[in-house]
């Protein structure tokens, strides 16, 4: 599923690559990207939310998991994300600590706190893919990207971005479901 969707965006943004005016029935890629960011936003919150807030430190005991994200780690960790390839394409510095590591800062702990970090997060990655334009000029990679130095664009770090994101929302569903808890994407 997610291999189908990140050729789905790949795809996408190829095709939109031409000059095409918004409002002319077309996607640009600014539209095509904050798409994707709000159903993913939508996606992800409601994932955050149906977590009862004694299980935002669960981590899975069973099997091969032994140094793995606790479900707020996930979180913050998400958020980290948004905040550090969003200043990449914005090209300036991430608008709130993001702490030394890629799991956020340790002080954000319960789950409003994660809920709000996490969500500010994604309306900084909305602003960030408004600058996106269809000319994908090159922008300096950040520090975080795979992307090689010197290669990367600012549609590009946005579907890193993205791509990123559904990695780890398929890993806090498996959280969820080692909880008993139906995800809301499952539900009627």
Not at 28 to 49: C, F, G, P, Y
Not at 72 to 78: D, N, P, Y
Not at 166 to 180: A, F, K, S
Request: hydrophobic share 40%; with cysteine; charged share 20%.
């Amino acid at each position: 599923m997610k291999y189908i969707f990140v050729c789905v965006v790949l795809a996408c943004a190829t095709v939109s690559q031409a000059q095409v005016p918004e409002g002319t029935g077309h996607s640009s890629n600014r539209e095509i990207v904050n798409t994707v960011l709000s159903w993913q936003e939508k996606q992800v919150l409601a994932v955050a939310d149906v977590m009862p807030a004694d299980k935002y430190s669960f981590t899975p005991m069973r099997g091969e998991f032994k140094g793995v994200r606790t479900f707020a780690e996930q979180l913050r960790h998400l958020a980290v994300d948004n905040y550090l390839l969003g200043a990449g394409i914005l090209g300036e510095k991430p608008p709130v600590e993001v702490g030394p590591g890629e799991n956020g800062p340790a002080d954000i702990r319960n789950k409003a706190e994660v809920i709000a970090f996490l969500r500010n997060s994604f309306a900084y990655m909305h602003r960030a893919a408004a600058a996106i334009d269809d000319d994908n000029e090159i922008v300096p990679t950040p520090g975080i990207s795979p992307w090689p130095v010197g290669t990367a664009t600012r549609l590009g770090i946005a579907i890193e971005d993205c791509v990123h994101t559904y990695d780890h929302y398929g890993q806090l569903i498996e959280y969820l479901r080692m909880n008993g808890i139906v995800p809301p994407g499952s539900r009627k």
